[in-house]
């Protein structure tokens, strides 16, 4: 694909149900980032993989957030007994080389209302 | 924690006039300094990036000034056209943090 895609787009969850949010980034691209955006604000940094290896979760608000990216492409998280102020827009990124210091190129988003 | 420090978070100017944003960091260890623009609605995009071993980056109407000294680097849009209008936000490269963003509006 040419870009980064992220599904669902939007997603409605009651309190307390689990979702999976789907991040499929550039081919080829080493580095992989998630980022929960509320309304108003800016990113703010999830989680970070390097190929299939989770190297920085220490955004990840609670142990209800799970991140996975098994096999170095496609990455799934994972919000466990969802609560209200998990509403957000989740945001995936990729980059082209391993490490930090490079352009980001982000998906449109998964939009997620908790009620 | 880290901080990116982001000013001003909303910013009117008249079509034809600059803008200028501005960020501030707090690790003086950090190198990499991106922008990213995110209209209503869509994703983020990086407009310009700059790196620490220079002080200034320019593309066409947009540049961003780096001051390692001080902690702090800006984004200078000139000639400001109604489709710059859009939500503006820093980022620490290293540290993968983000401004909260500035909102800037462009009346023609």
């Known amino acids: 694909g040419a870009g980064v895609s992220q599904s669902p787009r939007y997603k409605v969850a009651k309190r307390g149900q689990d979702v999976a949010l789907r991040c499929d980034p550039i081919?080829?691209?080493?580095?992989l980032f998630w980022y929960q955006q509320a309304l108003g604000q800016g990113p703010e940094f999830l989680t970070y993989?390097?190929?299939?290896?989770?190297?920085?979760k220490s955004g990840l608000p609670s142990d209800r957030f799970f991140a996975e990216r098994p096999e170095g492409s496609v990455s799934t998280l994972k919000i466990q007994r969802t609560q209200q102020e998990d509403s957000a827009v989740y945001l995936c990124?990729?980059?082209?080389?391993?490490?930090?210091?490079?352009?980001?190129?982000f998906g449109s988003g998964t939009q997620l209302s908790v009620l | 924690g880290e901080n990116v420090e982001q000013h001003p978070s909303t910013l009117s100017v008249q079509e034809g006039d600059s803008a200028v944003i501005k960020c501030t960091y707090s690790?003086?260890?950090?190198?990499?300094f991106p922008w990213y623009k995110q209209e209503l609605g869509k994703r983020p995009q990086l407009i310009i990036d700059?790196?620490?071993?220079?002080g200034e980056k320019k593309d066409q109407r947009i540049a961003v000034t780096l001051n390692k000294t001080a902690k702090h680097f800006s984004l200078h849009i000139t000639e400001t056209q109604p489709e710059d209008s859009a939500v503006y936000f820093c980022a620490d490269g290293n540290k993968l943090v983000f401004g909260a963003g500035t909102i800037l509006r462009v009346k023609s």
């Open positions: 990124a990729s980059s082209l080389e391993g490490g930090r210091n490079e352009k980001l190129f």
């Open positions: 993989f390097q190929n299939e290896a989770q190297l920085d």
């Open positions: 690790d003086s260890a950090s190198n990499y």
């Open positions: 700059i790196r620490s071993n220079v």
């Open positions: 081919s080829g691209h080493v580095s």
